[in-house]
């Protein structure tokens, strides 16, 4: 039901580094969905301070620290 509020043309994205990428979709009304994703097959950190709620993550990703995110991984956030 959130995916309606998405800010239309306001997503921005960030390279992590090679093979890794971050995405935002803000809410009209605040809070937002972000996608961090490691294509790669090495560990990456992330500079990036990430919040909300996990929504999902691939098994082993590791995002629970906050700022590692394991090779091949990705994991979905919500902000409210």
Same mark, same amino acid.
């Given at each position: 039901? /959130?995916?309606?509020?998405?800010?239309?043309?306001? %997503?921005? +994205?960030?390279?992590?580094?090679?093979?890794?990428?971050?995405?935002?979709?803000?809410? /009209?009304?605040?809070?937002?969905?972000?996608?961090? %994703?490691? +294509?790669?097959?090495?560990?990456?950190?992330i500079s990036q301070e990430l919040h909300g709620r996990v929504l999902f993550e691939t098994p082993g990703a590791a995002l629970g620290n906050r700022n590692r995110l394991a090779p091949l991984a990705v994991a979905w956030l919500f902000n409210e």
């Open positions: 039901p /959130r995916i309606e509020n998405i800010a239309s043309g306001e %997503a921005r +994205f960030q390279v992590l580094g090679q093979g890794a990428i971050l995405v935002r979709w803000p809410f /009209r009304n605040g809070g937002d969905l972000t996608l961090v %994703a490691n +294509f790669s097959h090495q560990e990456m950190s």
